[in-house]
Nanobody, 127 residues
Framework: QVQLVESGGGLVQAGGSLRLSCAAS????????MGWFRQTPGKEREFVAA????????NYADSVKGRFTISRDNAKNTVYLQMNSLKPEDTAVYYC????????????????????WGQGTQVTVSS
């Protein structure tokens, strides 16, 4: 079993920044592909960003490209989502997710590609 715990959410004004963290435990982190998703009530869980276990491959949703940056520190078993130029439409619960693959370049843009999920952290952007 893998445990993921998100932190760093909060309330910010439009144009502000937040950095989300996801700490992993229970299994070796270095070979995990990681993703960030977000969800608002009544809507589908939406892909935000993904990173391979090597850190060399990343993917972003068009809605966040150029504003958000995903990164990881394997020594700390942690993945980050730096969110800049936040907009009210970024308001959601943000979830991190993990899956294990042998490929150093594997990423998934689909929620079904991940086996482990955190409980989420709320991000609210005021206008």
């Amino acid at each position: 079993q893998v445990q993921l715990v998100e932190s760093g959410g909060g309330l910010v004004q439009a144009g502000g920044s937040l950095r989300l963290s996801c700490a992993a435990s229970g299994r070796t982190f270095s070979n995990s592909a990681m993703g960030w998703f977000r969800q608002t009530p009544g809507k589908e869980r939406e892909f935000v960003a993904a990173i391979s276990w090597s850190g060399s491959s990343t993917n972003y949703a068009d809605s966040v490209k150029g504003r958000f940056t995903i990164s990881r520190d394997n020594a700390k078993n942690t993945v980050y989502l730096q969110m800049n130029s936040l907009k009210p439409e970024d308001t959601a619960v943000y979830y991190c997710a993990a899956t294990y693959r042998r490929s150093a370049y594997y990423t998934s843009l689909s929620a079904s590609g991940y086996n482990y999920w955190g409980q989420g952290t709320q991000v609210t952007v005021s206008s």
